[in-house]
């Protein structure tokens, strides 16, 4: 059984570009979560899509923004890029809720330059 | 606001005996608790799970203790083996469909 895919792995983007990453979940999986980590911030929460919905939304300006697709699959957009950016952003996939357990996937490294 | 605090960013601890991370919160509203791990360059994996209906859950080596009227809770590892050094994130989330707020993270350093 497939893990949660993210992609790409890495990248680098200058200050004031946009960037989409994206997120494809378990297969079967219908929530997905968006996480930012950063040192010493922890996991800080983006957003959560389920069946095409926002379901819940973080903290974070409105540069940030995601979707789902009818297959699940995720993306999230920042706009306007700006260095305090840089982060692991990790995506998180779960049936329905938090119940089981995200699986998460290994994150996409955003360094902006 | 870090609703879910891990106050001890490092901890040490000698193969065999235990670890005990701790993690604090401030949402009484909270009622169901996860533990997650994480190695460099992965994602965090599942760890393990409690819900405030519990004050104690129990899976193999590892085992969650809740005190609610405290809003503490801590993850024991007994005993403490060398691939269990990671990051250790504690998680809470409120009811059903909200959103799953994670702490600052502690890093295990089990040593042989």
């Known amino acids: 059984k497939a893990g949660v895919t993210q992609t790409p792995r890495y990248l680098i983007k200058t200050r004031g570009q946009q960037v989409t990453l994206s997120c494809s979940p378990i297969?079967?999986?219908?929530?997905v979560s968006w996480y930012q980590q950063t040192p010493g911030q922890g996991l800080q929460f983006l957003f959560e899509y389920f069946s095409e919905t926002q379901r819940n939304k973080g903290n974070f300006p409105g540069r940030f923004s995601g979707r789902q697709f009818s297959n699940s699959r995720s993306e999230m957009n920042v706009s306007t890029l700006e260095l305090g950016d840089s982060a692991l952003y990790l995506c998180a996939s779960s049936l329905d809720t938090g119940d089981y357990g995200y699986t998460f996937g290994s994150g996409t490294r955003l360094t902006v330059v | 606001d870090q609703q879910v605090k891990q106050n001890s960013p490092s901890l040490s601890v000698q193969e065999g005996r235990i670890s005990i991370l701790n993690c604090d919160y401030t949402n009484s509203m909270f009622d169901y608790f996860l533990w997650y791990k994480k190695y460099p360059a992965e994602g965090p994996t599942f760890l393990i799970s409690i819900s405030s209906i519990k004050d104690k859950n129990e899976d193999g080596r590892f085992t969650v203790f809740l005190n609610k009227s405290a809003k503490h809770l801590s993850l024991h590892i007994v005993p403490s083996q060398p691939g269990d050094s990671a990051v250790y994130f504690c998680?809470?989330?409120?009811?059903?469909?909200?959103?799953?707020?994670f702490g600052t993270g502690t890093k295990l350093q089990v040593i042989p």
């Open positions: 297969s079967g999986h219908r929530s």
């Open positions: 998680a809470a989330r409120g009811t059903r469909y909200q959103k799953v707020t």
